[in-house]
């Protein structure tokens, strides 16, 4: 299994690559279409881009393989619920951070099988990062083009503990409030979109807790590579996140750590 899924890696790393200049490509003209989306969340040109590249490429690399994309029609429950296999995909996660003109946004892609994520992929197109990761293979990140170093979390945690949230943290949160007299000693810093889960991935922070809404293509592909780097990510009761088990996408609120150490100041 691992094996197939690992080939897999290049190919879906070339279709991040294209994505990712097709979105530079939108993002250089400054001037692009934005709509409001049901949600009122915003979608751009880019998002749009994005998805068709990743659909299409996925699709010619396996076309048994159902898609699920934050850009693509929605499948009901009775259906998808029948799949152990799919990939998970947000062609642009941090589209908030694309529109502002900052570079933390990513483009996740994931495949989950049996509810589980088992192959990642995180590319952040205005950084020039990437990273990937296979169930039972380890996690990488890119030091150099087409040159990938593994990467692990950070055991034990720093002290006072690294915190990463996002630029829209609120602060005034009782369940943040709660967490942050739990942790005691803790430095803050801010970042978008998935880059907050590889931050915890790569050694650079120990938690990013996550207490408000988000959706399961935000986080597939980032668990997969902080559980193949060493950490966890899971929900406030300690649980690991699964997907596409009940009749929306949403996740619950979760953790992402570095070190199962951080488990009992999180989850009580």
């Not at 499948?75 to 502002?100: A, C, H, K, N, Y």
């Not at 892609?109 to 380890?138: F, H, K, S, T």
């Not at 950490?231 to 997907?243: E, M």
């Not at 979760?254 to 488990?263: E, G, K, W």
Request: aromatic share 8%; with cysteine.
């Amino acid at each position: 299994m691992n094996t197939q899924y690992k080939e897999w890696i290049p190919s879906v790393l070339a279709l991040a690559r294209e994505a990712a200049s097709a979105i530079r490509a939108v993002q250089a003209r400054k001037i692009y279409e934005i709509k409001s989306k049901l949600d009122n969340s915003p979608v751009t040109e880019a998002d749009l881009v994005a998805h068709r590249i990743i659909e299409e490429g996925l699709l010619a690399l396996d076309p048994r393989l159902p898609i699920i994309s934050e850009e693509g029609a929605a499948v009901p429950f009775e259906v998808r619920s029948q799949w152990q296999q799919f990939w998970l995909v947000d062609p642009l996660d941090g589209t908030q951070q694309f529109i502002r003109g900052t570079p933390e946004f990513s483009i996740n892609i994931a495949l989950v099988e049996n509810q589980r994520p088992v192959l990642g992929v995180v590319m952040a197109p205005a950084l020039d990062q990437c990273y990937w990761a296979v169930q039972g293979e380890g996690s990488y990140m890119e030091s150099f083009p087409s040159s990938f170093v593994p990467i692990h979390t950070v055991h034990p945690y720093h002290s006072p503990i690294k915190v990463v949230v996002s630029p829209r943290h609120q602060p005034s949160m009782p369940s943040w409030i709660a967490l942050s007299e739990r942790l005691s000693e803790y430095a803050l810093s801010y970042c978008g979109s998935a880059l907050k889960i590889c931050l915890v991935a790569r050694g650079e922070a120990d938690l990013y807790p996550q207490l408000g809404p988000t959706s399961e293509w935000d986080t597939a592909a980032g668990q997969c590579l902080l559980e193949e780097a060493g950490g966890l990510l899971v929900d406030l009761s300690g649980k690991p996140l699964r997907y596409n088990t009940h009749a929306t996408l949403n996740n619950p609120g979760f953790y992402a750590m570095s070190d199962v150490a951080l488990r009992p100041l999180c989850c009580g």
